[in-house]
T-cell receptor, first 114, second 117 residues
Framework: RKEVEQDPGPFNVPEGATVAFNCTYSNSASQSFFWYRQDCRKEPKLLMSVYSSGNEDGRFTAQLNRASQYISLLIRDSKLSDSATYLCVVNDPRPSGSARQLTFGSGTQLTVLP | GAVVSQHPSRVICKSGTSVKIECRSLDFQATTMFWYRQFPKQSLMLMATSNEGSKATYEQGVEKDKFLINHASLTLSTLTVTSAHPEDSSFYIC?????????????FGSGTRLTVV
């Protein structure tokens, strides 16, 4: 089982639509959660952190359910510029005891159509 | 904000040659840097953790003799792909985090697209 699982998509939605992405993680000891955005052939960039109480940043809302080990991202009023791959990312303790490291999901591809 | 500079952005090399990729933290010191690899349509996979002044920690399945990591200063880590083969063609990305940022603030380099012919 993958440590972080996402629906790969692709999601093709019209401008203005609302779209939701889901993610599950396997390590119950995970403590920090993020959504990153990656444009084609570019490095990932932090979109938002995910807090237990849920958090919102403009058109983006992230939710975390620790009991279900489930993370979600909701994008409202989608724009053409939202087209990208969205990566669910978890910060895990490592068995070696070294610094916590990011574990990436395989990403969900979103295309917003005019 | 914290900036990580990665060079080169793109490299094409012949099979059997070695390629060095540099990752620099420009405005902060990084005792730890991370090296990832991403194949097409796949996610980033952690290859190794680079530790300043000590040996790198490699993930399972990553050959340490093939992917040489040097972290000689607090602002520079290098990854050398030795005796590169076409199957090593991939997108390599480094990441670092300023001290005191806790679990946040991971910054990525812009990546290096390696093509081995």
């Amino acid at each position: 089982r993958k440590e972080v699982e996402q629906d790969p998509g692709p999601f093709n939605v019209p401008e203005g639509a609302t779209v939701a992405f889901n993610c599950t993680y396997s390590n119950s000891a995970s403590q920090s959660f993020f959504w990153y955005r990656q444009d084609c052939r570019k490095e990932p960039k932090l979109l938002m952190s995910v807090y237990s109480s849920g958090n919102e940043d403009g058109r983006f809302t992230a939710q975390l359910n620790r009991a279900s080990q489930y993370i979600s991202l909701l994008i409202r009023d989608s724009k053409l510029s939202d087209s990208a791959t969205y990566l669910c990312v978890v910060n895990d303790p490592r068995p070696s005891g070294s610094a916590r490291q990011l574990t990436f999901g395989s990403g969900t591809q979103l295309t917003v159509l005019p | 904000g914290a900036v990580v500079s990665q060079h080169p952005s793109r490299v094409i090399c012949k099979s059997g040659t070695s390629v060095k990729i540099e990752c620099r933290s420009l405005d902060f010191q990084a005792t730890t840097m991370f090296w990832y690899r991403q194949f097409p349509k796949q996610s980033l996979m952690l290859m190794a953790t680079s530790n300043e002044g000590s040996k790198a920690t490699y993930e399972q399945g990553v050959e340490k003799d093939k992917f040489l990591i040097n972290h000689a200063s607090l602002t520079l880590s290098t990854l050398t792909v030795t005796s590169a083969h076409p199957e090593d063609s991939s997108f390599y990305i480094c990441s670092a985090r300023p001290q005191g940022e806790g679990n946040y603030g991971y910054t990525f380099g812009s990546g290096t697209r390696l093509t081995v012919v």
